[in-house]
């Protein structure tokens, strides 16, 4: 299974964008490239997901390298509540989802 | 929220005995799945379900079964309890874009 590689921790300043990356070198043709977040103490949540072109939502935006073998999830504007650990994971044909174990954003003030 | 339900919430089990986790959805899904989730850890995938009585292994199968006899639940059995098990555990459902997660199951083994 394609895996992805994540730095284990980052640091931001509130009301500042965040870049967290995330390499998945061995990306297939197929795999759409999936974040998710988890605030402590709770289930994962959705954030956004993405297979070739740029995504938006709500919550952030997701820009996909042109060879797709890095991704970037982009919070736009960092508050105390965005403080998680973050997952990319990539889901391919057979849907099974694996993850790593994530970056932890720590939002300072 | 996204229609899915873990239960029990928490558990409390003997070693060697059996216990079954139930994730039921109101979502008419078809991909179920079964995580559990260590202190410090990410999630690990225990198995998962692609339609009703389809169901493959994840990476932490052992010890796990798992039965769908409907397409709204999805249960996760340990056959026979061990302390290696006390874990949270997560389900999740998903069409074929974003998966939803349930509060998790926090359970105790002694």
């Known amino acids: 299974d394609a895996k992805t590689t994540q730095p284990n921790s980052m640091e931001s300043n509130e009301e500042e964008p965040v870049h967290l990356p995330c390499n998945h070198s061995t990306i297939s043709g197929t795999d759409y490239i999936h974040w998710y977040r988890q605030l402590p103490s709770q289930g994962p949540e959705y954030v956004i997901h993405?297979?070739?072109s740029n995504v938006n939502n709500r919550m952030a935006s997701l820009a996909i390298a042109e060879d797709r073998k890095s991704s970037t999830l982009i919070l736009h504007r960092a508050t105390l509540r965005d403080a998680a650990v973050y997952y990319c994971i990539l889901r391919g044909n057979n849907n099974d989802m694996r993850f790593g174990a994530g970056t932890r954003l720590t939002v300072k003030p | 929220d996204a229609g899915i339900t873990q239960s029990p919430r928490h558990k409390v089990t003997e070693t060697g005995t059996p216990v079954t986790l139930r994730c039921h959805q109101t979502e008419n899904h078809r991909y179920m799945y079964w995580y559990r989730q260590d202190p410090g850890h990410g999630l690990r995938l225990i198995h998962y379900s692609y339609g009703v009585k389809d169901t493959d292994k994840g990476e932490v199968s052992d010890g796990y079964s798992v039965s769908r006899s409907k397409t709204e639940d999805f249960l996760l059995t340990l056959e026979s309890a061990t302390s290696s098990q006390t874990s949270v555990y997560f389900c999740a459902i998903s069409g074929r874009g974003a998966a939803f997660f349930g509060q998790g199951t926090r359970l105790t083994v002694v």
């Open positions: 993405g297979l070739t």
